[in-house]
């Protein structure tokens, strides 16, 4: 987490909380920690963030105590839902099995939205997981189709047709939402292109998506340009270290003990420990040569 903030933007009306997705993103942002931190420790995590968001409204904190508290306990079910699939479900080897892919999903889906409604409200589910269910439902419309021996190409085109024609508004938004993306980035190239400065580039985004998710796509662009540049410097080092022509860097299959000690050194130069281990892709190395950290 060091570097980053909480997900999840919290909202009131009236000293009550509003029920969204937002709360969820938060819970879960706390909750991917755990195995580097105790269950009790998320928790602790979760409700420091809760008394910072929400300290001026006890009314709302008690709301969202009692959120947590029923989200953990669905967690758990969830694991034990998983555990009993594993355990009832063939292995993925086998085929021995007559039930179709678009069946098992069904049934899994019942299962976890009964879960679902065990824990919360209708408002609730509504609220936390009506996107997450339509979604769900539309997979397992998309999945029958898709395994109907009957249908020709044509039928099954159609019956495609009839899903998009037919979606919900969220699901359909939510769907669009990467093109969207997509279609913005290759704007702002080509306003690059045509020399735009990178104010222009910021203001346009911000008109389509908001200035907040501009300025995160502007800090990006430029973690991505600092990275590009120290693999620039570290490929160049090891190029000059090992005698390697210009092109892409490949090593070679064995390295005298004096090399690897000098890759390691320019290695711990450019690049922590964790980002070490992406470097496979940039060393076209042979498999034992050097492994990455």
Do not use: C
């Not at 085929?95 to 879960?115: D, K, P």
């Not at 496979?280 to 990455?292: D, K, L, M, R, T």
Request: hydrophobic share 40%.
């Amino acid at each position: 987490m060091r570097g980053t903030k909480p997900d999840g933007h919290l909202t009131l009306a009236a000293e009550v909380l509003q029920l969204n997705v937002e709360l969820l993103y938060l819970f879960d942002y706390y909750l991917s920690a755990q195995g580097e931190r105790t269950l009790q420790q998320v928790i602790e995590g979760i409700r420091a963030e809760l008394r910072a968001q929400l300290r001026t409204s006890p009314k709302a904190m008690a709301q969202a105590e009692d959120l947590l508290s029923r989200y953990i306990e669905y967690k758990k079910d969830l694991f034990v839902l998983e555990r009993s699939e594993s355990a009832a479900n063939p292995p993925a080897s086998s085929t021995s099995t007559s039930t179709s892919t678009s069946t098992r999903l069904a049934h899994r889906l019942e299962r976890l939205q009964f879960i679902r409604r065990q824990h919360f409200s209708p408002a609730e589910v509504d609220a936390f997981f009506t996107l997450d269910e339509q979604r769900d439902a539309d997979t397992v419309a998309r999945l029958r189709i898709a395994e109907d021996k009957g249908l020709d190409a044509d039928e099954r085109r159609a019956r495609y047709a009839q899903l998009d024609a037919a979606m919900p508004r969220r699901l359909l938004e939510a769907r669009q939402a990467p093109l969207h993306v997509q279609t913005v980035e290759q704007a702002v190239s080509q306003m690059r292109a045509k020399g735009a400065n990178e104010q222009e580039v910021y203001q346009f985004r911000a008109q389509q998506f908001s200035p907040d998710a501009a300025h995160r796509l502007q800090a990006l662009e430029q973690e991505q340009l600092q990275w590009a540049a120290r693999i620039a410097q570290y490929q160049a080092e090891v190029r000059l270290l090992l005698q390697l022509p210009e092109g892409a860097l490949e090593m070679p299959s064995k390295l005298s003990a004096a090399q690897q000690s000098a890759i390691e050194a320019s290695r711990n130069l450019y690049f922590s420990a964790q980002e070490q281990r992406r470097l496979a892709a940039y060393e076209g190395h042979a498999v034992g040569s050097i492994n990455p950290r």
